[in-house]
């Protein structure tokens, strides 16, 4: 694929690059690339750009440390122009906000809006945070709350009461959303073995 991307098109060799959130699927930024920035891009995994006002390669992320970890990329129709699909580590404009379009990099899959919450809650603790506050007692206090609230989700399937037993489902998925970032596992790895399974 990288081979057949046309850096001549344009003046200076580069080609223009949309950044998209790989969890949210939000667009992040735009950005140009030479070849030796997309090479970088693929060999750090830190997306790298070609900077025209300075005339250099630049990673996105060098002053701030928001840094954008590569995930993949698709090129357009004439092989002119990229699509890189990133992580980044916090906000990707310059300005502060999330994203150089001023919009909230929030998906509308709300399981992938509450795990991007939770993952601030361990990366910034939050005094009074019940989430921070997890993270805090460990892994054992975690994988125990995820073996109390599945048994109290089994004794409410038992009952009449549906309101009761969405609550503690509700509970179940939370701790156990949780206890997958502990242990440093994204949603996505989990999906994908269902997918697979549902392939078989």
């Known amino acids: 694929m990288v081979k057949r991307l046309d850096f001549s098109k344009y003046e200076k060799g580069i080609i223009p ?3 998209q959130d790989a969890s949210t699927n ?6 140009y690339m ?10 750090s995994e830190l997306v790298t750009f070609y900077s025209r006002s300075k005339q250099r390669l630049w990673v996105k992320g060098e002053t701030s440390k928001n840094f954008l970890h590569f995930v993949d990329m698709k090129t357009d129709c004439d092989f002119d122009a990229l699509l890189i699909k990133a992580k980044p580590d916090g906000p990707v404009c310059h300005t502060g906000a999330e994203t150089c379009f001023n919009e909230d990099n929030v998906s509308d899959d709300f399981l992938k809006t509450l795990e991007k919450i939770i993952l601030g809650r361990k990366k910034y603790p939050v005094s009074g945070s019940y989430t921070s506050t997890l993270f805090k007692k460990g892994l054992n206090s975690i994988a125990q709350k995820v073996g109390e609230e599945a048994v109290e989700l089994v004794i409410e399937a038992k009952d009449n009461h549906k309101k009761l037993f969405l609550n503690e489902a509700a509970d179940l998925i939370f701790h156990t959303m949780v206890l997958l970032r502990e242990k440093n596992v994204e949603l996505d790895e989990v999906l ?9």
């Open 192 to 200: 994908d073995i269902l997918k697979e399974r549902h392939l078989k």
């Open 17 to 19: 690059v949309v950044v």
């Open 26 to 31: 939000v667009v992040l930024m735009l950005g």
């Open 34 to 43: 030479n070849q030796e920035a997309l090479l970088e891009t693929i060999e």
